[in-house]
């Protein structure tokens, strides 16, 4: 079964920050692009990032450039997202999604809340 | 960045009848590469449609998708109760891969 798990959200305070872990099971984590897409409460979907399958390409929305770091490790079968000076518009359940074409398989989701 | 723009925000409808759900794109999506996802309540969204008219694995015939360019539709052809959810295009032709804001199916 092909599976994807997160897990790291939390509540935090502005200013901090947090690193989001997504676990991959039942497929070869290491041929597929990755993605983290976010969904603020009552809100839609927004593209977060994104990373090639070997780590070397990197992309952002604008709204995370230069204060979220996505980064994979094959090995672990695992992907990653650093968030630095996180605010409250960056309050939301974030999912990691698999690449295929388009997002074909999605985790459940953990939610970030950030708040004083 | 492409735009995606779906109508309308919300349809109220009954078990049986006929959704037709639009997603327009502020400029052409190349090669078709529009999605549409659905999300249930509670839930992560599920793929339903790639490559503006391909099923994805498991998903019903009732499922249908059409389009090209910048005007894309999903319909479902006979709501079922399961079907009551909120749907999202996606355009995967372009980074950033941007949804548009959603279409809530509800009961009538």
């Known amino acids: 079964q092909e599976l994807l798990v997160e897990s790291g959200g939390g509540v935090v305070q502005p200013g901090t920050s947090l690193r989001l872990s997504c676990v991959a099971s039942g497929f070869t984590f290491r041929t597929f692009p990755m993605h983290w897409v976010r969904q603020a409460p009552g809100k839609g979907l927004a593209w977060v990032s994104a990373?090639?399958?070997?780590?070397?390409?990197?992309y952002y929305s604008d709204s995370v450039k230069g204060r979220f770091t996505i980064s994979r490790d094959n090995s672990k079968n695992t992907l990653y997202l650093q968030m630095n000076s996180l605010n409250a518009d960056d309050t939301a359940v974030y999912y990691c999604a698999r690449q295929s074409g388009a997002f074909d398989i999605w985790g459940q989701g953990t939610m970030v809340t950030v708040s004083s | 960045e492409i735009v995606l723009t779906q109508s309308p925000g919300t349809l109220s409808l009954s078990p049986g009848e006929r959704a037709t759900l639009s997603c327009r794109a502020s400029?052409?999506?190349?090669?078709?590469?529009l999605a549409w996802y659905q999300q249930r309540r509670g839930q992560s969204p599920r793929l339903l449609i790639y490559?503006?008219?391909t099923r994805a694995t498991g998903i019903p015939d009732r499922f249908s998708g059409s389009g090209s360019g910048t005007d894309f539709t999903l319909t479902i052809s006979r709501l079922e109760p399961e079907d009551f959810a909120v749907y999202y295009c996606q355009q995967y032709s372009t980074t950033p891969r941007t949804f548009g804001q959603g279409t809530k199916v509800e009961i009538k």
């Open positions: 490559g503006a008219s």
């Open positions: 400029q052409t999506v190349t090669s078709r590469y």
């Open positions: 990373v090639s399958p070997d780590g070397s390409d990197k």
